[in-house]
């Protein structure tokens, strides 16, 4: 199998990662929803659904616990723990790209793969070690949102951007971050969402908004930003009483009923979790909807400094020796949270997203500027849709098909 890199595709700063070419998918967006519950039942299934059953594992948890629950504890280990996806995986039990599972295959002998059938010749049970990422110590938790989307004026750019009329569109309807329990929207500048609200303005504080910009896009880096919007979050106090923090791309379509009913059944450790949304990469924390819990946002909200000041994270340089640029806020927010054991959960049925390309059909895979048809489309986010009117019928479309049943 081929490797092929994938670079930077958007202003919204989607972080670089390592591209396996994905499998041939259905048109039809639904399947990703509809699948879960099937797949969230088969034995062994970390890669075709976010949540899956390992083997042995009712020796960890009481038989007493029912089905939904045992789809929910399982999370990646720490990454550096991984095998690479072209090596024997036997002993770590897990593989470094997103959405690939660890299959013994012999006796003693485990391959990285997508998915697995058995034969006369081929094993396809996990590894005894894969049972390390249990969390035997999780729990459930509430569902309450504190959302957030921030505007950002000086692009860096010079072509002409809907990201502000696009929020104002939403408050002005009550939709996407409006319609969850709290939320605020941040910008590089003050300017007036609707009737009551203006944006919560952030500066330049450490003087690293602007040290480099996107080959492709000409935008500028936007960790530096995000770091001031972060810390801007945790001195408002909204956060001390919502359960997750979910950053929102203003291009998303995002219907949060979505998000909290398949957050309430997931458990979560001490330690917290964020919520992997694109497969196949080695960095699967794309920006269009990053979910946190709130044990896993205090983290990253005390860590901020330190990862920044880091020498392995390098987030100027980047990864792969910079190979890509500097990093994106996501995959900033990911290298610091990994950094600090917090544990990663696939789910890759959240969100539908152009900039994922395993999230585009088989025969769109070369279109980056392919978007999901929102009508067959279920899922709690839909990327990217830059035009207020795009936004306004992809939400449109999606409620009228889905919205008796999933809103």
């Given at each position: 199998?081929?490797?092929?890199?994938?670079?930077?595709?958007d202003?919204?700063?989607?972080?670089?990662?390592?591209?396996?070419q994905?499998d041939?998918?259905r048109?039809?967006?639904?399947?990703?929803?509809?699948?879960?519950?099937?797949?969230?039942?088969?034995v062994?299934?970390?890669?075709?659904?976010?949540?899956?059953?390992t083997?042995?594992?009712?020796?960890v948890?009481?038989?007493?616990?029912?089905?939904?629950e045992?789809?929910q504890?399982?999370?990646?280990?720490?990454r550096?723990?991984?095998?690479?996806?072209?090596?024997?995986?036997?002993?770590?039990?897990?593989?470094?790209?997103?959405?690939?599972?660890?299959?013994q295959?012999?006796?003693?002998?485990a391959?990285?793969m997508?998915?697995?059938?058995?034969?006369?010749?081929?094993?396809?049970?996990?590894?005894?070690?894969?049972?390390?990422?249990?969390l035997q110590?999780a729990?459930?938790?509430?569902?309450?949102?504190?959302?957030?989307?921030?505007?950002?004026?000086?692009?860096?750019?010079t072509?002409?951007?809907?990201?502000?009329?696009t929020?104002?569109?939403?408050f002005s309807k009550?939709?996407?971050?409006?319609?969850?329990?709290?939320?605020d929207?941040?910008?590089?500048?003050?300017?007036?969402?609707?009737?009551g609200?203006?944006?919560?303005?952030?500066?330049d504080?450490?003087?690293?908004?602007?040290?480099a910009?996107?080959?492709?896009t000409?935008a500028?880096?936007?960790?530096?930003?995000?770091?001031q919007v972060?810390?801007?979050?945790a001195s408002?106090?909204?956060?001390?009483?919502a359960?997750w923090v979910?950053?929102?791309?203003a291009?998303?379509?995002?219907?949060?009923?979505?998000?909290?009913?398949?957050?309430?059944?997931?458990?979560?450790?001490?330690?917290?979790?964020?919520?992997?949304?694109?497969?196949?990469?080695?960095?699967?924390?794309?920006?269009?909807?990053e979910?946190?819990?709130?044990?896993?946002?205090?983290k990253?909200?005390?860590?901020?400094d330190?990862?920044?000041?880091?020498?392995?994270?390098?987030?100027?340089?980047?990864?792969?020796q910079?190979?890509?640029g500097?990093?994106?806020?996501?995959?900033?927010?990911?290298?610091?949270?990994?950094?600090?054991?917090?544990?990663?959960?696939?789910?890759?049925?959240?969100?539908?997203?152009?900039?994922?390309?395993?999230?585009?059909?088989?025969d769109?895979?070369?279109?980056?500027?392919?978007?999901?048809?929102?009508a067959?489309?279920?899922?709690?986010?839909?990327?990217?849709?830059?035009?207020v009117?795009?936004?306004?019928?992809?939400?449109?479309?999606?409620?009228?098909?889905?919205?008796?049943?999933?809103?």
């Amino acid at each position: 199998m081929e490797i092929s890199r994938l670079a930077q595709t958007d202003a919204d700063e989607m972080s670089d990662s390592i591209l396996v070419q994905p499998d041939a998918r259905r048109t039809h967006s639904t399947g990703k929803l509809l699948g879960t519950m099937a797949a969230s039942l088969l034995v062994g299934a970390w890669a075709g659904s976010h949540f899956g059953l390992t083997p042995g594992q009712s020796t960890v948890v009481s038989s007493s616990e029912n089905l939904q629950e045992l789809s929910q504890i399982i999370a990646k280990p720490e990454r550096g723990q991984c095998s690479s996806w072209k090596e024997d995986c036997f002993s770590s039990g897990c593989c470094d790209i997103v959405g690939y599972t660890c299959y013994q295959t012999k006796p003693g002998i485990a391959k990285c793969m997508k998915n697995c059938t058995a034969s006369a010749t081929q094993l396809c049970t996990q590894p005894q070690s894969i049972m390390e990422p249990v969390l035997q110590d999780a729990s459930a938790v509430g569902t309450s949102l504190y959302c957030f989307s921030v505007y950002t004026k000086d692009t860096g750019t010079t072509k002409k951007t809907e990201e502000l009329e696009t929020i104002q569109y939403q408050f002005s309807k009550g939709l996407s971050i409006f319609a969850c329990e709290q939320q605020d929207v941040f910008a590089d500048v003050q300017v007036e969402v609707g009737p009551g609200l203006q944006t919560i303005k952030v500066v330049d504080a450490e003087n690293d908004w602007h040290f480099a910009k996107r080959k492709e896009t000409g935008a500028w880096v936007n960790t530096g930003m995000f770091t001031q919007v972060w810390k801007a979050i945790a001195s408002g106090g909204k956060t001390s009483s919502a359960d997750w923090v979910v950053k929102v791309d203003a291009d998303a379509v995002f219907i949060p009923s979505r998000l909290t009913e398949k957050l309430a059944s997931q458990l979560v450790p001490p330690s917290g979790i964020y919520l992997e949304n694109c497969k196949y990469v080695e960095y699967g924390y794309f920006g269009n909807l990053e979910v946190f819990s709130k044990a896993a946002w205090d983290k990253l909200i005390e860590k901020i400094d330190e990862c920044k000041a880091d020498s392995q994270i390098n987030w100027k340089v980047g990864v792969h020796q910079g190979k890509y640029g500097p990093m994106g806020e996501d995959l900033f927010a990911q290298a610091c949270l990994d950094k600090f054991d917090v544990r990663r959960v696939e789910a890759f049925d959240i969100t539908t997203d152009g900039a994922c390309p395993a999230d585009r059909p088989i025969d769109e895979q070369k279109n980056k500027k392919w978007k999901p048809t929102c009508a067959w489309t279920a899922t709690s986010a839909m990327h990217p849709f830059k035009k207020v009117k795009d936004w306004a019928a992809c939400h449109d479309a999606t409620m009228d098909a889905f919205g008796l049943t999933l809103s």
